[in-house]
């Protein structure tokens, strides 16, 4: 008997099949100057923090490069530098 679970697997399994995950490199620090009543941590995880990061990515500030391109491997069920 085929279960749900059986086909949201077999649904994921097929969607991530006509994908690859790919690895992207910044190669850069953002420094943003923020006030000192604020937590660093606390600000990193804001909208403000990371629209200022995508601004500057953006404005072509930052050099992208890949690092690395996998493949999902639909028998081990993971993502491999091998395409299937």
Not at 22 to 49: G, R, W
């Amino acid at each position: 008997m085929i279960t749900g679970d059986d086909i949201r697997r077999l649904e994921e399994e097929k969607a991530l099949a006509g994908k690859k995950l790919i690895v992207i490199e910044t190669q850069q620090f953002f420094e943003i100057e923020i006030p000192k009543d604020i937590d660093p941590e606390a600000y990193l995880l804001t909208d403000e923090c990371k629209r200022e990061c995508a601004d500057k990515i953006l404005s072509g500030l930052t050099d992208l490069t890949i690092e690395d391109i996998l493949y999902w491997d639909k028998t081990k069920e993971e993502w491999t530098n091998e395409e299937t």
